[in-house]
């Protein structure tokens, strides 16, 4: 869709679809226009943040981090999924990436997708997530590797199925099951650890 600038004058932004906006921010850089998507994911992506730090403020930094970021990365966005389902993954990997810069600690590299298919594992019943006390469980997720914490953020904080992670991390089913079945298992040993 091209606007012509007598149209672009009297265009409501805000009555754009997300990939409109987006198209429009990519070809003109405008930042008025770019405010418009701010106005409607920046609660979105402040609670993301806020599930990674404790902190409201260091939230709100990180929240203003993304967008600037946001701002210069939008012609990455090729329209292949829902706008909001790649601002969603491009937050968590950006908070993931603050929480490990933040750290400054070695992080443990996955295996490959074929020894992760291949492996056995002992299958963590979801009950035993659903028993733990809140501020322990807290505390928990706080000493939990970013990558790992993520994956449990997206199954059960965000609700999300399966394939709908598989989307979001480009890791197969079998893959993905792992993943969260190891992090509920490192969860649940820390969680054991805390008094």
């Known amino acids: 869709m091209t ?4 149209e672009d004058k009297e265009l409501n932004y ?5 990939a409109q906006l987006v198209d429009h921010i990519v070809k003109h850089k405008e930042s008025k226009v770019f405010g418009v998507l701010y106005d409607r994911y920046s609660n979105i992506v402040y609670n993301k943040c ?32 829902k706008f909001s389902t790649w601002l ?23 295996q490959s997708l074929d020894n992760l298919e291949n492996h056995p594992y002992e299958e963590i019943d979801d009950n035993e997530i659903y028993k733990m006390q809140a501020e322990r469980l807290q505390k928990s997720l706080q000493l939990l590797d970013p990558n790992d914490k993520m994956i449990l953020l997206m199954k059960y ?4 199925s399966h394939k709908e992670i598989q989307q979001l991390t480009d890791l197969g089913d079998s893959a993905v099951k792992m993943r969260i079945n ?13 008094d």
């Open 3 to 6: 606007i012509s600038k007598k």
């Open 14 to 18: 805000s009555a754009l679809e997300d």
């Open 50 to 81: 806020l599930s990674f730090v404790k902190s409201k403020d260091e939230a709100q930094d990180l929240t203003h981090d993304i967008f600037i970021k946001l701002f210069f990365q939008l012609k990455k966005f090729k329209g292949d999924a």
């Open 88 to 110: 969603y993954s491009f937050t968590y990997n950006f908070c993931v990436n603050y929480i490990q810069r933040k750290h400054q600690k070695k992080k443990e590299k996955f």
């Open 157 to 160: 904080m965000d609700g999300m």
């Open 182 to 194: 190891r992090a509920k298992k490192r969860l649940l040993d820390i969680y054991k650890d805390i």
